[in-house]
């Protein structure tokens, strides 16, 4: 049994501009972490197929994604919101990110060799709602996976785990009425987007943290709220929205998490996966932005679930 990598070369030709955060130069630090592991002889890797418009639709309003396909640029940027631009290669990559994660919803409930996967991936996904881009996001691919889960494999119940330290805003705008997809997601609250800390939504289980929480803080809360609720909810396959930029060393954001607490995290998850899902986990790369924070607290995550 094994973790498939996926992933796609488009991945690096997506960029917003000079300066942007959220720039090549962060897969590529992904990249050379896990050349440097060791790791990637024991993975099977994966190239990422494009998501369809139809793949897409069940996650996003149609008429959003028919927007999204008709704003690609020639050339130069297309501007979605302040901080989300296309590039000419931006639709392929956020349609391949997608499809990464459709891909690793498919191999792993396929049940031969692959029993988790990460998706390494550009665009990230988590804040684009069902008729919106936002926070450097176009599709929101853990949602167009969970969705993929639930029409293609006749799911019925999928969790989503969200520890970037922004909220995932997106998959809850699309999942809020839908009791098929708990979401768990902590963040540095309050903080971009601004929302989340009550959904009152008994699927939606928010993880609110002041900023300088450290590792001992996020372990409480998490084993406080996550645990619990995923036990009662039994989800068959967990999607992991895995941003790295609670990170101490992370110039976003003012949380101060550690390598250490992505590999706990990944193991408690790995447990409920056991537990309840046959061990089916696919993850997702969101944020991360200190690149040498970012390549350590990815290698750890999927060493954790290797
Ligand atoms: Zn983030």
Redesign the pocket.
């Known amino acids: 049994m094994t973790t498939a990598f996926i992933t796609h070369p488009v991945f690096l030709k997506h960029e917003m501009g000079m300066h942007h955060p959220e720039c090549p130069a962060r897969l590529q630090a992904v990249y050379d972490a896990f050349a440097a592991s060791g790791l990637m002889p024991q993975m099977i890797q994966v190239e990422a197929p494009l998501a369809t418009q139809a793949e897409l639709a069940a996650a996003h309003a149609p008429d959003y994604v028919e927007a999204i396909f008709a704003a690609s640029p020639a050339h130069d940027y297309a501007y979605l919101d302040p901080d989300t631009a296309m590039n000419p290669d931006s639709l392929e990559a956020a349609r391949r990110a997608s499809g990464a994660v459709i891909k690793g919803v498919d191999l792993v409930m396929e049940g031969g060799d692959v029993t988790n996967a990460f998706c390494a991936v550009r665009p990230c996904g988590h804040h684009a709602t069902r008729n919106r881009a936002m926070g450097f996001c176009i599709f929101n691919h853990v949602a167009v996976g969970a969705m993929h889960a639930l029409n293609a494999h006749a799911l019925e119940r999928v969790a989503i785990l969200d520890f970037?330290?922004?909220h995932g805003n997106g998959t809850e705008d699309i999942f809020h009425d839908d009791e098929r997809v708990m979401l768990c997601s902590s963040f540095q609250h309050p903080y971009y987007p601004g929302m989340g800390a009550n959904s009152g939504n008994r699927h939606i289980i928010p993880t609110p943290l002041p900023a300088r929480s450290c590792s001992a803080e996020f372990r409480r809360a998490i084993d406080a709220t996550w645990w619990p609720a995923l036990e009662c909810f039994q989800p068959e396959l967990i999607i992991i929205s895995a941003?790295f930029?609670a990170h101490a060393d992370d110039p976003l954001a003012y949380l101060e998490l550690h390598e250490d607490d992505y590999v706990w995290i990944t193991e408690r998850i790995r447990k409920v996966a056991d537990a309840f899902a046959q061990g089916r986990i696919v993850s997702a790369l969101?944020?991360g932005y200190d690149l040498a924070a970012l390549g350590r607290s990815a290698v750890a995550h999927v060493a954790a679930l290797l």
């Open positions: 970037d330290v922004h941003g930029d969101e944020g």
